[in-house]
């Protein structure tokens, strides 16, 4: 198939792309062209890349036009976060390409009543970009089933891998909890640290990406979970971290609002959001319909991301290494 990703140089699409040119497809990349892909594989001297301003286009009207010029059989969007923008791109496609598949988020989903979530359950999604996410997936699968512009949504937990920054234990992206854990540190969890995070590997997301292009047929007009098979709780999270250096976990636990008094004001904003949703979510419907198959669990997906990060002296261990 000629297949054009849009935002193609980022987390998923560093190893998206490389999967495609590997199974014989032509692969077209739309970026900025900010930067490069995240690592380097020779499958990228292969790929056709195009520089673009997909807000400029966008608010030009002309950003769905020139993807539909491309003729390609299959469009994959990585970086697509307003109902409008969904809708411009799936009008210009409809009836000239195959199939639409869009990174959403699986924060679509608010607060969960029963866990491990099913696509099916109730939405109730709050805040500005699971809203809006929401939108665009209710657009796009309806759009679908009407026998519009073919799309399907794969909604994303929080991705890591080498080169990214984990969600961390206490459901922010401060990288020195990570090594207060590894050097044995007393770290203070909010209230019980039994809130859930859903990590996946990036290469994760880009196996189901490449397996909905394959099962086209169970793919169009539905949208599927891409997560790694368990959710971890706070407590659980840090004890894993700690384990990693031979350390023993020292925590201490305080409600909320005690613990944000001592926490940055942007980390305590991000980790609430992060334990208000406290994601756990089933993949079966992935596993059924497209055979998805998560090679990493979450603490193997933020293992790796932590090693890179620690190679490149971004963490702390204070001499502690990874056993």
Not at 165 to 188: I, K, S, T
Request: contains cysteine; aromatic residues 8%.
């Amino acid at each position: 198939m000629r297949i054009v990703v849009i935002g193609g140089t980022g987390h998923i699409g560093s190893y998206l792309v490389p999967r495609l040119v590997r199974a014989g497809h032509e692969v077209i990349v739309l970026s900025r062209g900010e930067r490069d892909a995240y690592h380097p594989d020779a499958a990228w001297q292969r790929v056709r890349r195009i520089r673009l301003d997909r807000d400029a286009l966008d608010a030009a009207g002309t950003f769905g036009a020139t993807v539909a010029d491309l003729g390609a059989d299959a469009v994959v969007d990585l970086v697509c976060f307003t109902v409008a923008s969904a809708r411009h791109l799936a009008e210009a496609l409809r009836g000239r390409t195959g199939l639409l598949l869009h990174c959403g988020t699986i924060w679509v989903h608010g607060p969960l009543a029963e866990v491990p979530v099913t696509e099916d359950a109730p939405r109730e999604p709050f805040g500005e970009y699971g809203t809006a996410k929401a939108e665009i997936e209710s657009y796009l699968i309806g759009e679908a089933r009407r026998g519009g512009t073919p799309a399907t949504v794969l909604h994303a937990g929080h991705i890591v891998g080498p080169g990214w920054q984990p969600c961390n234990p206490v459901g922010n992206f401060d990288l020195r909890v990570f090594g207060a854990l590894a050097r044995g540190e007393e770290v203070a969890l909010p209230n019980f640290g039994l809130e859930t995070l859903h990590h996946v590997h990036a290469d994760d997301v880009a196996q189901a990406f490449e397996r909905a292009l394959n099962r086209r047929g169970a793919a169009v007009g539905e949208s599927f979970h891409v997560t790694s098979p368990q959710a971890l709780t706070l407590r659980g999270y840090a004890a894993a971290v700690a384990g990693w250096f031979g350390a023993q976990p020292r925590l201490r636990f305080e409600p909320f609002d005690t613990w944000a008094r001592d926490v940055d004001p942007e980390d305590a904003r991000t980790s609430k959001e992060h334990l208000e949703h406290s994601p756990s979510m089933s993949i079966e419907k992935a596993r059924t319909l497209l055979g998805y198959a998560p090679r990493y669990s979450s603490p193997q997906a933020v293992r790796e991301s932590l090693a890179w990060l620690i190679a490149r002296d971004q963490v702390d261990t204070g001499g502690a290494s990874l056993v």
